[in-house]
């Protein structure tokens, strides 16, 4: 029984073997002269470390292309028939791979990436927007993004290889550190240790000062071509048409809507460069009387100070954009809600010996023929605005009952919204 038993296994077993045989030519008679490429790894492969396909016929390939670069296939480290081996060299990108075979070219289907240290070793410190600068350091072929500071987006270069970068600083970009985006496997984000100072322009001096509404001034400095525009008082938007510029000089004419004070230059990074020395004009406003009690001129006088208001309005008591008389005027922009955008108190002003309560405005575009309640002490006067100029306003004291001092001086919209400019407020 038991040789009977040992014979039908040694049977099963040379079946088996046979079996196997068969089935092996079965499948060399099968394999086809097709150049093949199944797959590449590992994945996160760094420059420098050897990156392996699989495949079949792959002893027929010649070449291999990667982004950049072509390894030829004495560079191979092995070559079998369903195998290379080779090290990825520092300058090979990402993307897909290319085998160039006595078939044609077979691309794969998925692109190939690596796992690159990019390292910044070197940055310029100062430059001037509109011009060139080199960063330096290693795989810095990987940046795919400069962010300047105030958000401005480079993705462009003059060119990139291994060890440096050369970029072109926009005109928008201001004073800041950069932040430089790489790809790869491992997308990196490096911002620099020191910020990159940014050209800005400079007054030399204008003329001629004073000067007419309509006429040319010439304003000499240095980096003049960085201006997009000239902001003159009285004007929210900056000029931005010259007569000429240069590097040296801009030729701009005076607005007639202008108003005497120091120009600002407005280059492209929005970075405001004022003059030191105020322009004056021809044919201006004289100056004002002087008055007997000041609650606000160029600041808040004799114990007056600004309150709260009520309201979506607002103020500012250092403007300089537009000013009546001396540096400063006070801005008021009104919500359109009845507010009170501007409320003055505190002084307890004596009105002994004086006949009104004094102030100047100017009304910007859009609110001419506007009326505006003016609450003293406790009693309200109604005023029309004048667009475009300054008027001064003349409050007789027994307009408001003649009181014996005053503490309060408000003013109040009467449903509008827009902005004035209100000075040189007080008794005389």
């Known amino acids: 029984m038991k040789l009977v038993h040992i014979q039908r296994l040694l049977t099963g077993i040379f079946l088996i073997v046979s079996l196997g045989i068969f089935e092996s030519c079965k499948k060399e008679e099968k394999k086809s002269d097709i150049i093949e490429l199944l797959s590449f790894g590992p994945s996160g492969i760094k420059h420098g470390e050897d990156i392996v396909f699989i495949g079949n016929n792959l002893d027929k390939v010649t070449a291999i292309e990667m982004a950049n670069i072509t390894i030829e296939q004495k560079d191979f480290k092995e070559q079998t028939f369903e195998k290379i081996v ?17 078939q044609g070219d077979i691309t794969s ?22 011009e060139n600068i080199t960063l330096k350091g290693e795989y810095m072929n ?12 480079v993705t462009e270069f003059v060119s990139k290889s291994l060890s440096e970068l050369v970029v072109t600083v926009p005109l928008t970009a201001q004073t800041g550190k950069l932040i430089i985006s790489t790809s790869g496997t491992e997308p990196l984000e490096i911002e620099t240790e020191d910020a990159l100072e940014l050209t800005l322009p400079t007054f030399a001096k204008f003329a001629p000062n004073p000067v007419e509404r309509g006429d040319n001034i010439t304003i000499s400095g240095e980096n003049l071509d960085l201006v997009e525009g000239v902001l003159f008082k009285g004007l929210i938007a900056p000029v931005i048409n010259f007569v000429s510029k240069t590097s040296t000089e801009i030729v701009v004419t005076v607005p007639e809507e202008a108003n005497k004070g120091n120009i600002t230059l407005v280059p492209y990074s929005k970075v405001p460069v004022e003059s030191s020395a105020a322009l004056e004009l021809i044919g201006d406003l004289p100056p004002l009387a002087p008055l007997a009690i000041v609650f606000y001129d160029d600041e808040m006088a004799n114990g007056w100070q600004k309150w709260g208001g009520w309201g979506g309005g607002s103020s500012d008591i250092a403007n300089n954009d537009n000013v009546r008389d001396g ?18 108190g505190g002084g307890n002003s004596s009105t002994s010996g004086k006949t009104y309560v004094v102030f100047s405005i100017f009304g910007t575009t859009g609110t001419g023929d506007k009326e505006l309640n003016v609450l003293i002490a406790g009693k309200e006067k109604i005023v029309k605005i004048v667009e ?24 109040q919209d009467r449903g509008w919204s827009g902005i004035i400019y209100i000075d040189h407020i007080g008794l005389r």
């Open 86 to 102: 080779l090290t990825v060299p520092e300058l090979a990108g990402s993307g897909k791979v290319i085998l160039k075979t006595p």
């Open 109 to 130: 289907k998925a692109p190939i990436n690596f796992e690159v240290p990019v390292v910044i070793s070197e940055v310029p410190l100062k430059a001037k927007p509109g």
């Open 142 to 153: 990987w940046i795919t993004e400069i962010r300047f500071e105030k958000d401005v987006v």
């Open 327 to 344: 540096e400063k005027s006070i801005k008021v922009t009104f919500g359109g809600d009845w507010g009170g955008a501007l409320q003055m």
């Open 388 to 411: 475009s100029e300054w008027t001064e306003f003349l409050v007789p004291l027994t307009d408001i009952a003649s009181p014996a001092s005053i503490n309060e001086f408000t003013l």
